[in-house]
């Protein structure tokens, strides 16, 4: 599984890349996880199985759904409070949920 968060800078979202990496781990699911700048988000979809939008970026949605809707991955925006406690599982759980429905 193939996780992409875009952000305004790629910067925003490390920390809660790295507690969605820590779990998957503990939780034993393969994921790859990463984050990128809203102009570099367009490529780095071409490498994805979901999208997550950071909350101060939902005005990006209609934009990113366009690329997604091409590559046929889910996209959603990442949910306020789970991203302001850097909720990693809340998170990862959500991106799974996604990839689950779309199945």
């Not at 820590?22 to 990463?34: F, M, R, S, T």
């Not at 988000?41 to 199985?49: F, G, L, S």
Request: charged share 30%; with cysteine; aromatic share 4%.
């Amino acid at each position: 599984m193939n996780i992409l968060l875009a952000c305004s800078a790629g910067m925003s979202t490390s920390l809660l890349v790295s507690k969605m990496k820590e779990a998957a781990d503990e939780q034993g699911v393969q994921a790859e996880i990463w984050a990128a700048a809203q102009d570099k988000a367009p490529e780095e979809i071409k490498k994805a199985d979901v999208l997550l939008i950071g909350p101060q970026m939902r005005f990006m949605k209609k934009k990113f759904g366009k690329v997604a809707d091409e590559q046929g991955i889910p996209l959603d925006i990442i949910d306020a409070v789970a991203y302001g406690r850097v909720d990693g599982k809340a998170v990862l759980d959500h991106a799974m949920k996604l990839l689950n429905e779309q199945k």
